[in-house]
């Protein structure tokens, strides 16, 4: 179903990080509890989540990068610190098409999702470095940091600021446009 939200640019501005596209940082499953992802032999390009979190990000964590992604193009270019107005971002960011209120449950596992995206660390020696035009090794988180905001009475706000090197990565441009409306 195809909605037109004269709110936000919907479809427009929607893009991917093409190391996140060359480099799976989420597992394929809904539930896992899985810590570390060897993408290569010898694990020299692994995925590996804190022990203090549920697990690696799961199939919904590559939806919520997607529209942390695309949030952040729409609202804060060119800055690695953003504010995620939540109920908003899950609303129209994730779920543009619903015509209901997304349920708390819904909700938890958004959030929980990006917990486990900035709790996750990319071990590669193959993540690109567009300003060199080369692979490099890299140790880094794609989230450096999340930071609820006091609420005040208002709405659920959260302070995201993306990792150093992931940021960089999107600064150089190394993303790919795409149609957000074929991906939902």
Do not use: C
Not at 126 to 137: A, E, S
Not at 149 to 177: A, C, H
């Amino acid at each position: 179903m195809e909605v037109d939200n004269p709110q936000i640019p919907l479809f427009r501005n929607a893009i991917d990080e093409m190391n996140l596209v060359e480099i799976p940082f989420a597992l394929t499953g809904r539930s896992i509890n899985r810590h570390v992802l060897e993408l290569s032999p010898g694990g020299s390009t692994r995925i590996v989540a804190d022990a203090g979190v549920a697990g690696l990000p799961t199939a919904l964590g590559e939806r919520v990068m997607l529209g942390l992604l695309w949030y952040h193009n729409n609202n804060y270019p060119g800055t690695p610190r953003f504010r995620l107005h939540f109920n908003k971002f899950a609303e129209q960011y994730l779920y543009p098409d619903r015509t209901y209120k997304i349920n708390t449950r819904a909700l938890r596992d958004i959030e929980e999702q990006i917990t486990r995206i900035a709790h996750t660390r990319i071990i590669s020696d193959k993540w690109f470095d567009r300003g060199t035009g080369k692979h490099v090794k890299m140790d880094s988180s794609i989230i450096d940091y999340i930071k609820e905001s006091p609420r005040g009475g208002g709405p659920r706000v959260l302070e995201i600021k993306w990792g150093d090197e992931f940021f960089k990565s999107l600064e150089d441009k190394y993303t790919r446009g795409f149609d957000y409306r074929f991906f939902l």
